[in-house]
């Protein structure tokens, strides 16, 4: 049965939740689920705004077919070509054989790569700030490369300022009735999710993200409309605000991330011990976690919210502790830079996990790492624990100036 909901008198949302799928891509945890976002414009024309991922279409064509009350289906526009939003636009062709498909000509080929169909007659490329006018609504098209495929666009409609942003401002996390931002609390509930979902899908690419703000910011939007989680309607300016951040590596909150690599917990404890300190110093919203027990998209998710980052690691086969080596190239991966790292190391005959994460860390950008590696054999002793005091010294003066 069909589960839709208005957006305005002539917008409707006809995307589809789903709670069971544990990993999104196969490799980010999703325990709250996902939302698939599509739209549905009843206008003189009738326009669908994305599709689905294959494991909701049943609901997704039960909804598509609710909206459409009997009317063909004129426009596809495709915003993103990557599955979780295009599984089901095979389908969906097959179903309405007089759909016209709306793309740019990089959509357009990976359509032909994913589908084996002939879309002679069936298509209508566009180019940067072209537009389409379906009667009461006129879509316009900017171009988002690498916002995180290179053949993304968004689309603004003029009528109703609602922008259709792709993969841009989505959440992850299922969709429980509320469609709206503004109905669930969404800076206190969700914020997180957001944030986990940004540094992981499109962290890296903050210079992208920006040439597509820059866009943004020369539009009046009412409505932010993404392919994951809530719709916005109101407030667009914070989220706005957190892709600001985000998109140039930004530290939301000036405080300490302190990640550890522990084998037997002798480099836990020394962890441990700094963030005490750090507390007894006034350092508030300090996050401490094990390396090997919490997924990499929330410690990469955390990098991107704390201005210092502290890793502790003990030696493993002459090298950095697996776990912790893992994310130190993930945060890599993301592009992450801006930040002040300290460093912390074990080893109880040739501690040389120190040296190696500093080598990881001088090939990215703009990171500082502080001098006066502490380093431990085996235990802490009194004189490590006094350097881990100095350590909290440090920081606590450069995180609260």
């Not at 968004?154 to 300022?161: C, F, M, Q």
């Not at 914070?238 to 302190?258: C, G, H």
Request: with cysteine; net charge negative.
């Amino acid at each position: 049965m069909y589960c839709t909901q208005k957006i305005t008198s002539d917008l409707t949302w006809v995307g589809v939740s789903d709670r069971r799928l544990a990993l999104f891509e196969n490799a980010y945890p999703i325990p709250k689920g996902i939302s698939y976002n599509a739209y549905v414009a009843s206008d003189e024309k009738t326009v669908l705004l994305d599709t689905v991922d294959k494991a909701v279409a049943e609901q997704f064509f039960e909804n598509l077919e609710h909206v459409l009350a009997g009317r063909g289906l004129d426009y596809v526009i495709v915003n993103h070509m990557e599955p979780d939003h295009c599984a089901t636009l095979g389908d969906l062709l097959r179903r309405y054989p007089g759909v016209t498909v709306v793309g740019n000509a990089k959509t357009l080929t990976m359509i032909g790569q994913f589908f084996d169909c002939d879309l002679t007659g069936r298509t209508l490329t566009v180019k940067e700030g072209e537009s389409l006018c379906t009667g009461r609504h006129t879509f316009t098209f900017y171009m988002a490369p690498m916002v995180h495929w290179p053949e993304v666009m968004v689309t603004y409609d003029s009528a109703d300022k609602a922008l259709f942003s792709a993969d841009a401002f989505g959440t992850f996390g299922a969709l429980n009735g509320n469609l709206f931002a503004d109905e669930v609390n969404f800076k206190e509930i969700r914020a997180e999710d957001a944030r986990r979902y940004y540094a992981n899908i499109v962290g890296k690419y903050g210079v992208q993200v920006q040439a597509l703000l820059k866009k943004a910011a020369g539009l009046d939007i009412a409505l932010l409309c993404p392919l994951h989680g809530p719709v916005w309607r109101q407030d667009i300016g914070w989220f706005v605000e957190k892709y600001q951040k985000w998109s140039t590596w930004t530290p939301e909150d000036r405080t300490a991330l302190i990640v550890y690599g522990s084998i037997y917990g002798h480099t836990q404890n020394a962890a441990e011990i700094l963030a005490n300190a750090l507390a007894q110093r006034g350092v508030k919203g300090i996050t401490l976690y094990d390396a090997a027990e919490t997924d990499l998209s929330e410690l990469v998710s955390e990098a991107f919210r704390c201005s210092h980052i502290v890793l502790a690691s003990a030696t493993y086969n002459g090298g950095i502790f697996t776990p912790m080596e893992t994310l130190l190239l993930d945060l890599k991966a993301h592009a992450l830079q801006n930040r002040t790292v300290a460093l912390i190391e074990n080893g109880t005959w040739s501690a040389q996990s120190g040296r190696q994460m500093g080598d990881i860390l001088s090939s990215m950008k703009n990171m500082t790492v502080l001098e006066g590696t502490v380093s431990l054999k085996s235990s802490v002793k009194e004189v490590q624990r006094e350097e881990l005091e100095a350590l909290a010294d440090a920081l606590a003066l450069d995180i609260l100036q």
